[in-house]
């Protein structure tokens, strides 16, 4: 017994001591968290609801999404590998909790797990994907959802009830270190109730003209996989893939540290023939392999290494891959040009308007005329990037109609600097006040391929005797100065994903912008202090913008939210505080012949190609084409432009 | 007119005889000086203006707004569009412009659209342009200068500190020594490019750029000193045991005397072989931390910010790389060969007996 003891722990040390940290993670103890699951159920009986299925209210309208049209084309082929690039070896195989939000989770959560529906990509109704159906009740402020019971985890467990309600003790947790994650689960839902094990719902606290997406888009976590989740969370779980609900798994001789992952497609995925699905996901190996530097991503794109490659830039679109190139000649390589509509995220300068002269409006009107956006736009993007509106463009009626950007304009940035006291100009061109003090601010980003973009704003700006100080820094660092409130001026965007209306809290309350922006009796208060870790990058404080967006929150009528939404937007244009610099209307792809799209190559509200892997690797026409390439055959060249959701400027 | 000391006369006629260093000298100083006037040969600003019967040396002035001109605009003025502007209009009005009419920050688009062009010599971007369509003999021309600016500063600041503190540990060894030993190599295990990139991040947007350059050659240096005194330290105990050094302690010399006039001269070959090496380094070093992006700020132009375009636009802008690295490789070479023959001319062993 002894003896064997010290086997035991001998084994262990050993472990411990030389595998790698996947082995150590599977040599910590064995726990079980279910008792503390269901404690947590008890001690919050209001949220965690048991009800029997007769108790579900009667007249719920149903529906189920069956109409809408497929997603993907039948003539998908299955089979084949796809060879994609990844910029940086993922960190972890969590998907919660630090180091988890990296540029490969959208390969194992967001772009391939799947959720209780999703917004079709055409029309942005709801098609099923883990629900059978779903029905809104607007007395309750819930959503019931009929669960899919054939739906599985890819070890074959069903999908039921309890593991949507063990969704909500986790992300409640603070095992997981993700305090945005404890912070929205505990905000802004209140309670789901389990009918029987494919029969739930959830209640959210205000309903909304998308009450709906707020419960169908959760997705829901392998009780069964996660019930050794505790204090040690982050290393016992930093290298295990969990059952997955998606057409992808992830087995552990295909995670090579370091250098690559290789994706297989789950021979018994549960959704292989359900509607909207099963022309989806057609690789059956989806090979990443971490390329850093993107000069030699491309050239391993030509080569044939990797069989995609974005061409959103100009110059890879124009100069690197012209029609030209011999591949693209050939018909080897064919390129796609799609214009789609989607929020559109808000490239452009924010001005900290805490910073000392900033605080002037005058001063920031003015920079708003001196910055040359259109020159941007037309030379270094050369015409094909668009001009931002607002920092809410694309939301279709939510995005205001008649607001446009201010153009370019020396004579009028000048009149407004000289309104704030810049009335003469230094040895170096530059303004300068009475008291000696120049017109000079920091231009700080975190986006070092975008840096030429701030040299050619600082050269124009010149001219209005406006001096920018460019500071590139790398992106965490970039990001850190403005959520810590140091910049000045922030050269940078929001990532927006597919909702129907704009959000305005985050942006432009003033909770968000300092501890305490107002006194009781409605006045500035002296001693406010910036509020770091927001997303009010302005340090924007305006008691009517505040009123509005409380107001917009607690509104449930579509109409009444456009038109606060208008009034918001409004007032933050009067501000100046957000200089509006631009978007793009589209994404670009290359791509080898042998990856086969459908005909219509995407979809309206899709933000790129690869998104709803709606692609197929066509193994007869990839032995074509590498014969043909050897023989000098060649194809007619395929450059196709999809210009049917091209929005009128 | 110069009263040298034979033996120096002698070094100097050494080093005029050998020729690839010589001529390498020549070269190198010829180009210090063009860049010294950098100014004058590539600017945007015109040599000088005539207008209304004035002459205006715009070169080193204070800018002068369109108005000064008659144009309509009250920032710097465009000197190529003046001098077409007097061109047109056929008035007696001239400008003169520098041989490489830009600087090294301004976009001059051909049809509009900013990107890489080959060599042209009608529209006198004599090595092309880079991707946002700057001039590259104008960004080559100011990145080159700072580098080398930087580089002698570099050495100099290096060699100072060396010789001073290796010096004074290898004459007054003992406990002097012991403990200066230590603290070197305490403090040559500092990683030196953590130090610059944590440096680096903590320094205000606001300072300027001579400022920033400054900085960066001071952490440089703090960290680079150490190793020049491994050398000296063993130097100067070699020679400080060497019987003319005893004999001119017995005559009564003082120690600075000692140290000045015998030691340090019969070390200098030494020092003097490091010498194009310190160059070198210090000169891959800001191209190497520009190229990773933790050197001189943007858009300042440098050899290293030239190097990593060329990189990514290997296929379609060549002239990026060649040019960038040809400037880099002639000036490497030209600083090694006349180290090469620095060295051989100085070395005061080719006139003792020892070895």
Known sequence: ?649 | MFNVNPQTQKKLDRFRKIKLGYYSFIVLSSILALLAAAELLVNSRALVVQYEDTLYFPTYSDFHPGTDFGLDYTYETNYRDLATHFKQTQSSNWVLMPMVPYNPYENDATNAIMRPEAPNSDRQHYLGTDTTSRDILARLVYGTRTALLFAFAFMASVYFIGIVIGCAMGYFGGLFDLGFQRIIEIWSNIPFLYMVIIVFSVIPAEASIPARISLLLLVMVLFSWTSMTYYMRTETYKEKSRDYVAAARIIGASTRRIIFTHILPNVLSTLVTFMPFTIVSAIAAITALDFLGFGLPVPTPSLGELLKQGTANLRTAPWIVTSAFGTLVLILSLVTFIGEAIRESFDPKQFTLYR
Not at chain 1, 170 to 189: D, K, L, V
Not at chain 1, 204 to 215: A, C, M, N, Y
Not at chain 1, 454 to 460: A, F, G, Q, S
Not at chain 1, 505 to 521: C, Q
């Open chain 1, 1 to 649: 017994m002894t003896m064997n003891r010290f086997a035991l722990t001998l084994t262990t040390l050993f472990l411990v001591g030389c595998g790698s940290e996947k082995d150590a993670s599977d040599a910590l103890p064995v726990i079980d968290n279910t008792a503390e699951v269901l404690a947590f159920y008890d001690a919050h009986a209001d949220f965690f609801r048991e009800r029997s299925i007769e108790e579900l209210p009667e007249n719920l309208v149903w529906e189920d999404g069956a109409d809408l049209p497929e997603v993907g084309s039948a003539d998908a082929k299955k089979g084949g590998t796809e060879y994609v690039r990844l910029a940086d070896f993922p960190r972890t195989l969590r998907t919660v909790g630090p180091d988890s939000n990296g540029s490969f989770r959208p390969w194992i959560l967001d772009n391939t797990s799947m959720a209780m529906a999703h917004r079709h990509p055409e029309t942005l109704d709801y098609f099923p994907g883990l629900a059978l159906r779903w029905a809104v009740d607007t007395g309750s402020k819930s959503v019931f959802v009929e669960l899919d019971p054939k739906a599985t985890w890819s070890d074959g467990v069903p999908i039921t009830a309890d593991d949507y309600r063990f969704t909500f003790w986790f992300y409640r947790t603070r095992y997981i270190t993700a305090p945005w994650y404890n912070n929205w689960y505990e905000s802004q839902y209140t309670g789901i109730t389990k009918y029987s094990d494919h029969l739930i719902s959830i209640s959210i606290p205000e309903l909304k003209p998308d009450t709906d997406s707020k419960v169908l888009e959760l997705r829901p976590l392998p009780q069964h996989f996660y019930k050794e989740v505790g204090e040690d969370f982050l290393e016992r779980y930093q290298w295990r893939f969990a059952p997955t609900s998606a057409a992808y798994i992830l087995k552990d001789e295909d995670l090579k540290k370091g250098r690559s992952v290789r994706l297989t497609r789950d021979q018994n995925w549960w959704a292989a023939d359900k509607k909207h699905w099963r022309y989806r996901f057609n690789v059956d190996h989806v090979n990443l392999t971490v390329i850093r530097d993107n000069a030699k991503v491309f050239e391993a794109f030509k080569r044939g290494d990797i069989d995609q490659f974005g061409l959103d830039l100009a110059e890879f679109w124009y100069e690197k891959l012209p029609e030209t190139d011999p591949d693209v000649a050939a018909g080897y390589i064919e390129k796609k040009w799609f214009f789609n509509e989607r929020p559109r995220p808000p490239y452009g300068l924010w001005i900290n308007t805490h910073q000392g002269l900033l605080a002037d409006q005058n001063i920031r009107l003015g920079i708003q005329h001196a910055t040359h956006w259109q020159l941007v736009i037309d030379q270094f993007f050369r015409g094909d990037y668009s001009r931002l509106k607002t920092a809410n463009d694309g939301y279709g009626p939510y995005s205001h109609p008649d607001i446009k950007a201010r153009d370019f304009d020396i004579e009028r940035a000048m009149a407004y600097f000289q309104a704030a006291g810049f009335n003469q100009r230094g040895p170096d061109g530059i303004l300068e006040r009475g008291d000696g003090t120049r017109l000079a601010f920091t231009v700080s980003s975190g986006y070092e391929s975008l840096k030429d973009v701030l040299t050619i704003l600082k050269e124009e700006a010149a001219k209005a005797g406006l001096e920018f100080r460019v500071e590139v820094l790398d992106a965490t660092a970039g990001w850190k100065k403005v959520q810590e409130k140091q910049h000045d001026i922030h050269f940078s965007a929001f990532g927006y994903s597919l909702e129907l209306y704009p959000r305005f809290w985050e942006t432009f309350h003033s909770d968000n912008a300092y501890d305490k922006a107002f006194l009781d009796n409605g006045a500035v208060n002296p001693d406010r202090k910036p509020k770091p870790q927001t997303n009010n990058l302005e340090t924007l404080a305006i008691q009517q913008m505040d009123e509005s967006i409380i107001q917009y929150r607690a509104e449930s009528n579509g109409d009444a939210m456009v038109a606060l939404a208008h009034q918001m937007s409004e007032l933050h244009h009067e501000f100046a505080s957000f200089v509006p610099g631009f978007y793009s209307g589209f994404f670009r792809t290359g791509h080898w012949r042998w990856i086969r799209y459908p005909s219509n190559f995407s979809y309206k509200h899709a933000s790129g190609s690869r998104e709803y892997f709606v692609h197929w690797v066509d193994q007869d026409i990839k032995a074509e084409t590498l014969a043909a390439k050897d023989s000098g055959t060649t194809f007619p060249p395929q450059i196709k432009v999809f210009d049917q959701y091209r929005e009128t400027p």
